[in-house]
Nanobody, 126 residues
Framework: QVQLVESGGGLAQAGASLRLSCAAS????????MGWFRQAPGKEREFVAA????????YYADSVQGRFIISTDNAKNTVYLQMNSLKPEDTAVYYC???????????????????WGQGTQVTVSS
């Protein structure tokens, strides 16, 4: 059974940092891309960042470019999202997801991800 389990969310002040983790199990993800999405109350789920599990290029939403860093640890089967210089508008539920496509152009759409975690809440106070 495939599982993606996020952790590391919580309450932070503006300007602080948090690191989200996504522990993956149940299959090999070496050929997959891993993404982070977020959904704020009353808003649609939006792309945050993506990376090929085996390493390589990373992609970010403009709103987080330069502040967030996505990475993988193959030994731990874990994907991370380091979030720095947090802003109140970063408040959302953050989801980890897996995408079988090998094409980066397919990594920005949530509909192309086939495995999802349950999400972790991030709240940033001003």
């Amino acid at each position: 059974q495939v599982q993606l389990v996020e952790s590391g969310g919580g309450l932070a002040q503006a300007g602080a940092s948090l690191r989200l983790s996504c522990a993956a199990s149940g299959r090999r993800f070496s050929s997959y891309a891993m993404g982070w999405f977020r959904q704020a109350p009353g808003k649609e789920r939006e792309f945050v960042a993506a990376i090929r599990w085996s390493g390589g290029s990373t992609y970010y939403a403009d709103s987080v470019q330069g502040r967030f860093i996505i990475s993988t640890d193959n030994a731990k089967n874990t994907v991370y999202l380091q979030m720095n210089s947090l802003k109140p508008e970063d408040t959302a539920v953050y989801y980890c997801a897996a995408n079988p496509s090998n094409y980066p152009s397919a990594w920005f759409s949530s509909s192309l991800y086939i495995y999802w975690g349950q999400g972790t809440q991030v709240t940033v106070s001003s």
